[in-house]
């Protein structure tokens, strides 16, 4: 079924998420976990939140990078979107690229956050709908 037919016959609400692959010189993801109390605690995610009303996928990636672990993007850059349907919800998943960025990343809602090597994300760590962007990073030639 394409995501399309989906979206029609599936009468979910569709929920438009903006989050950031936020990448060093040394190959190195910045991951945050997901605090108690929200859906999948305790799993690994790429920092970023829901788009709200009047906003761009790009301008929700900026304010929630700043909200979440206190970065100024300088440059983003789409590298994938796509919509996955969980049971009770369809969400929109734009991953941004982000190589230029000021200030150091930290947990600034008290989250873990912590520098993984690329080639080490494990996507058994992260929710489900971010199997295929998992498995398109590690299959990604590094220099
Ligand atoms: N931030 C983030 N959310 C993800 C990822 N993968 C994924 O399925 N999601 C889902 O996207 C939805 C929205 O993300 P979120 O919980 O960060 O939203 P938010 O920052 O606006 O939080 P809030 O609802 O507590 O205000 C959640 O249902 C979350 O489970 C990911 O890698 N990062
Ligand atoms: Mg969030």
Redesign the pocket.
């Known amino acids: 079924m394409t995501a399309l037919t989906q979206k029609a016959v599936s009468k979910k609400p569709l ?1 438009k ?1 903006a ?1 950031g692959i936020i990448r060093n010189e040394f190959q190195q993801i910045f991951l945050t976990r ?1 605090l108690e109390g ?3 605690a305790q799993s690994w ?6 788009v709200e009303a009047n906003e761009s996928p790009e301008q929700a990636l900026r304010r ?1 990078l700043e909200e ?1 672990i206190g970065i100024m993007v300088i440059k983003a850059e789409l590298y994938e979107r796509f919509q ?1 349907e969980y049971p009770k919800k369809v ?1 929109e ?1 734009s991953f941004y690229l982000i190589e230029e960025w000021l200030n150091q990343p930290f947990g600034r809602e008290g989250q873990d956050g912590f520098w993984i090597e690329q080639h080490a994300l494990d996507s058994g760590q ?5 199997k295929k962007i998992i498995e398109r990073l590690l299959s990604e030639k590094l220099d």
Not at 126 to 130: G, I, L
């Open positions: 929920i998420v989050v997901r929200k859906d999948f995610e790429f920092p970023g939140g829901k929630e979440e996955f969400i998943l992260f929710p489900p709908a971010n």
